[in-house]
């Protein structure tokens, strides 16, 4: 399976989220779209493991673990990374080499 990336503010974007049930808290956070349905947060990440090759699987047994505590678990992680990770100077999308993983 191959994922793609697109604003949440394109119409691109747009368009895939009107697609999506209503009720998701869709603002700064990961939303993965597929035929299935819509995730976002924890279980967006959770999906998009599961759907990778190899050992990444595995983190289907991160399922048990109750939504309200993983989403606890992602928000702390999504509002570190920049500190964790760094910070890159340009946008991904204009690195060449990467243009095929975004949806413009």
């Not at 500190?83 to 999308?93: E, I, L, N, Q, T």
Request: a negative charge.
């Amino acid at each position: 399976m191959v994922f793609q990336f697109v604003s949440q503010g394109s119409m691109v974007g747009q368009n895939l989220l009107d697609s999506c049930e209503g009720g998701l808290d869709l603002t700064e956070s990961i939303v993965l779209v597929m035929d299935e349905g819509c995730w976002v947060k924890s279980d967006a990440v959770l999906n998009i493991l599961i759907s990778l090759p190899g050992p990444w699987a595995l983190g289907r047994v991160f399922r048990l673990v109750p939504r309200s505590i993983r989403d606890w678990i992602y928000d702390g992680i999504a509002h570190n990374r920049y500190r964790w990770f760094g910070r890159r100077d340009v946008c991904m999308v204009s690195i060449t080499g990467h243009e095929d993983r975004f949806i413009t």
